[in-house]
């Protein structure tokens, strides 16, 4: 214990110092530099795989190169192009952009300068001139992932009316890009919109009802319902396209589990807070990020909150059922996974309340009605997206259309 406390204190400390020298030194060789000082042209690649909104693109360029008196200097930086949604981009081309560099302006309350910057990004520019100079410039084994990812997202287009297609490609592959603003609405004004967001709060709340679904169908001998855990959120981290807080959250759940495999449940928060530790010492920014203070506090949330709220749930299942062990069974796996669900929220309820401004008191209840059908929506829905198979937890006869029914109830009941 003293180790490993010792180890996080050299994390925090080497943290600090790595944020300090990670600022950008803004000179000649820094892209920002060139802000607001009107139309240049850069050269750089795609870093992501782009994001498709409903009549944009926005795309990440890691530039290399911009053209200063007729000829190019090497820069650095990265700067988000907004940029009409065709013709398409894809990861790991190589663009050569003409338009003006600005510096991100605030959001009505938003500070979306601030959310740029943590994620490495101080210029943006707005419908550039591009000319596509190269491709294939990424890594390989990321580029076959996001045309997986694409390709699941065409193929559940086209198996799947709306709109649950829409929804599945924003629940299993993070592509929100189509879902009706309605819709939108609905899921934000419940405080559900995490369905739809793809974190770290995301994932601890599917590995706990997935490891809840586990132990209930082959219990706890040889410990298959946490390798089945494992390789779901694992699979559902790919699926996703492997994105910086998806694999934070895929880590931190990961470490629950393996304390669950070693029977170390209560060093669960040491592993968390060390794995913390790591994360901000390696890359200090994320600290100020929603997505990293979601996935840590939702992680906290299952170990600190759940153990007690299933205790609670199998007492009244107890008193309630006495020896109907068959329908106790049944009863506590529902009781599990809406202590699941509860703790999570409750955890992270400060944290939506103080980014998003919406504290909503059904959110757990819609939460409840909705998020133990995301492990079966996971599973069909790769399958329905790998193998163009319809008849699955997606489609009329299944769970994913009753969504859309459930979160605007909810809605209406926030609003009465």
Not at 397 to 406: A, Q, S, T, V, Y
Request: one cysteine or more; hydrophobic letters at 50%; glycine letters at 8%.
């Amino acid at each position: 214990m003293i180790i490993l406390a010792s180890l996080c204190l050299i994390a925090l400390f080497s943290g600090a110092f790595h944020f300090q020298s990670s600022l950008p030194a803004v000179n000649e060789h820094c892209l920002q530099f060139y802000n607001d000082q009107g139309a240049i042209e850069i050269r750089g690649t795609v870093d992501r795989d782009p994001d498709i909104r409903d009549k944009t693109t926005h795309i990440r360029l890691s530039a290399t190169e911009i053209k200063l008196d007729e000829e190019w200097q090497e820069v650095s930086g990265t700067a988000l192009l907004f940029v009409p949604r065709y013709p398409t981009y894809s990861y790991g081309d190589v663009l050569s952009v003409t338009g003006e560099l600005e510096t991100p302006s605030q959001l009505n309350d938003f500070d979306y300068e601030g959310y740029l910057a943590h994620q490495g990004i101080y210029s943006t520019m707005l419908y550039p001139e591009i000319e596509i100079v190269g491709t294939g410039k990424g890594f390989k084994p990321l580029e076959w992932v996001y045309s997986l990812r694409n390709h699941l997202s065409q193929t559940l287009a086209e198996v799947l009316p709306e709109p649950q297609a829409s929804l599945a490609q924003g629940i299993i592959l993070g592509i929100r890009g189509n879902i009706p603003s309605s819709v939108n609405a609905d899921f934000s004004h419940t405080g559900t919109a995490h369905l739809l967001a793809i974190s770290g709060l995301h994932l601890s709340i599917v590995a706990g009802i997935l490891l809840s679904i586990g132990i209930w169908l082959f219990g706890r001998k040889h410990y298959l319902y946490i390798w089945l855990t494992l390789g779901i959120i694992w699979l559902y981290a790919l699926l996703t396209g492997m994105h910086p807080p998806v694999i934070r959250g895929a880590i931190m759940a990961s470490l629950f589990l393996t304390a669950e495999l070693l029977g170390r449940q209560r060093t669960a928060i040491t592993a968390l807070a060390f794995a913390a530790a790591i994360m901000v010492g390696i890359s200090p920014q994320i600290l100020w990020t929603a997505s990293f203070q979601l996935s840590f506090l939702a992680m906290a949330g299952l170990i600190f909150i759940f153990p007690p709220l299933q205790a609670l749930g199998r007492r009244a299942v107890r008193a309630t059922l006495g020896e109907d062990r068959a329908a106790a069974s049944v009863a506590n796996l529902i009781t599990d996974s809406f202590s699941v669900t509860l703790g999570a929220i409750l955890a992270v309820w400060p944290v939506v309340a103080y980014y998003f401004g919406i504290v909503s008191f059904v959110a757990p209840l819609a939460t409840f009605l909705t998020l133990p059908a995301l492990p079966a929506i996971i599973i069909t829905g790769a399958l329905a997206g790998g193998l163009g198979w319809e008849k699955s937890a997606l489609t009329d006869e299944g769970i994913l259309p009753r969504m859309p029914k459930i979160i605007p109830w909810a809605s209406d009941a926030c609003g009465s």
